[in-house]
């Protein structure tokens, strides 16, 4: 497998990328620190960064991302679908060990007083182009007061409300709550998809557990270095002229 370096090298002369490429990249992306990561695909095209980004925890794509120089930054999220930008930078605004680091843009969002019938009509545009575990449904100011499951939608009558057939006061995270502290939660749980509130319980995010654990490796990662003097921007397969840099 070549390295990444030579990858980016080959995509950036305008090669075009392969499955295998962006593979790659993500992989590179994955296990380096967010100095290195941004090092190693910074000449590789918008196209490419934003594909290798999409397909990291949203953690990891924030860190990375706001290593690039403001105008790159700016080029890269001009590209960027207004949803998945609108919530980087809203994730950029908390803590790096937060829950609200680690969100995803909520995708199938309803009113209590829509229609089963509506919502499916609209949950099939949505899943053309987005994966959708469940339905939120939130108030006129954003608050979120239930959560669809689908099977109840399948045997519903279309002209029933959602706040008849939601499952009301949900569980949610909160944007602030640290990740380590909502792992524990997690383990309870097991849902595959958090809904993630603010402090006046308006759903700005979703979490996926599986992002919780990816996170949860991720930082392991990071203390694992620490107890050798590697700096959290490294990882232990940092190679050593570039740690040096760290120092």
């Known amino acids: 497998m070549a390295d990444g370096n030579d990858s980016t090298r080959a995509l950036a002369a305008g090669a075009r990328a392969t499955p295998g490429d962006i593979t790659e990249l993500v992989d590179v992306v994955l296990r380096s620190g967010p100095l290195e990561a941004h090092e190693r695909i910074e000449h590789a095209s918008d196209a490419v960064v934003l594909e290798v980004l999409a397909r990291v925890n949203p953690a990891i794509a924030v860190l990375v991302l706001f290593e690039f120089e403001d105008a790159r930054r700016a080029q890269l999220m001009a590209a960027t679908p207004p949803e998945v930008r609108d919530q980087w930078l809203r ?3 908390y803590p790096e060990d ?19 019938g509506e919502a ?11 994966l959708v575990t469940y339905g939120w449904v939130t108030d006129s100011d954003g608050r979120l007061t239930g959560v669809l499951v689908f099977r109840e939608l399948l045997f519903a009558d279309r002209s029933q409300r959602l706040a008849d057939i939601m499952v009301p006061d949900p569980f949610a995270l909160h944007a602030e709550q640290p990740a380590t502290e ?5 383990v309870k749980r097991h849902f595959p998809v958090y809904p993630v509130v603010d402090e006046a319980q308006r759903l700005i995010g979703v979490v996926r557990g599986q992002v919780l654990f990816e996170q949860q490796a991720f930082e392991l990662s990071a ?3 620490s107890m050798v003097g590697v ?9 050593f002229l570039r740690s040096l840099r760290f120092r």
């Open 91 to 93: 994730n950029h605004a």
């Open 98 to 116: 937060s829950i609200g680091r680690l969100m995803d843009p909520p995708t199938a969002v309803f009113r209590p007083e829509t229609t089963v």
């Open 231 to 239: 700096e959290k921007e490294e990882r232990l397969r940092t190679p």
């Open 223 to 225: 203390q694992a270095g």
């Open 182 to 186: 909502a792992m524990k939660e997690a």
């Open 120 to 130: 499916i009509d609209r949950l099939a545009r949505v899943v053309k182009r987005s």
